[in-house]
């Protein structure tokens, strides 16, 4: 008989996060976005294999694009496999398309993926209209992380 409740080690969808853009950069607000994929592109997200650390969107002819997103070739594919950074198309309602254009064109905006989610089985960006932080902000945000964990440490060694 199987066991209820499914296997502890099964593969299921990832979600995959662009760690250092939240540390480099402050969102100042955040969209949803669908992708445009080839097969063997989803096979690999679903398997969680991309990295978002060099990647950027852009707006071109009207349209949002996902420029330097790094999916890994699916192993278990034949000869026809994907480019591992050819650029994507974002898809996204025109109103929301046109509020980014205008608001990137302010000095000191970028607009950032965030993440690579599945939702109603369908890969999602996240992208942030995101401002650079300033060195003395990213030191500030350890120092006070450092804190944060020494108080942790200390609390935890007296109970």
Same mark, same amino acid.
């Given at each position: 008989?199987? #066991?209820?409740?499914? =296997? #502890?080690?099964?593969?299921?969808?990832?979600?995959?996060?662009?760690?250092?853009? !939240?540390?480099? /950069?402050?969102?100042?607000? @955040?969209?949803?976005?669908?992708?445009? &994929?080839?097969? @063997?592109?989803?096979?690999?997200? /679903?398997?969680? %294999?991309?990295?978002?650390?060099?990647?950027?969107?852009? &707006?071109?002819?009207?349209?949002?694009?996902?420029?330097?997103?790094?999916?890994?070739? /699916? @192993?278990?594919? @034949?000869?026809?496999?994907?480019?591992? !950074? %050819?650029? !994507?198309k974002l898809l996204?309602? !025109?109103?929301?398309?046109?509020?980014?254009?205008?608001?990137? &064109? $302010? +000095?000191?905006?970028?607009?950032?993926?965030?993440? &690579?989610?599945?939702?109603?089985?369908?890969?999602? =960006?996240?992208?942030?209209?995101?401002?650079?932080?300033?060195?003395?902000?990213?030191?500030? +945000?350890?120092?006070?992380d450092e804190a944060?964990? $020494?108080?942790?440490?200390?609390?935890?060694?007296?109970?």
């Amino acid at each position: 008989m199987a #066991k209820k409740g499914g =296997a #502890k080690d099964s593969v299921g969808p990832k979600s995959i996060q662009n760690r250092r853009a !939240r540390f480099d /950069y402050e969102f100042v607000q @955040t969209f949803e976005a669908g992708l445009v &994929l080839v097969g @063997t592109e989803v096979k690999s997200l /679903y398997l969680g %294999r991309a990295n978002l650390t060099d990647a950027y969107c852009q &707006l071109r002819n009207g349209e949002l694009w996902l420029f330097n997103a790094d999916v890994e070739p /699916y @192993t278990h594919a @034949t000869h026809f496999q994907h480019e591992r !950074r %050819r650029d !994507r198309k974002l898809l996204m309602h !025109r109103k929301e398309i046109d509020l980014l254009q205008r608001r990137s &064109l $302010e +000095k000191g905006l970028a607009i950032i993926p965030v993440a &690579l989610y599945f939702k109603n089985g369908r890969v999602k =960006a996240e992208i942030a209209l995101a401002r650079g932080k300033s060195q003395y902000d990213k030191r500030a +945000k350890i120092a006070k992380d450092e804190a944060r964990k $020494e108080v942790e440490r200390a609390r935890n060694i007296r109970d």
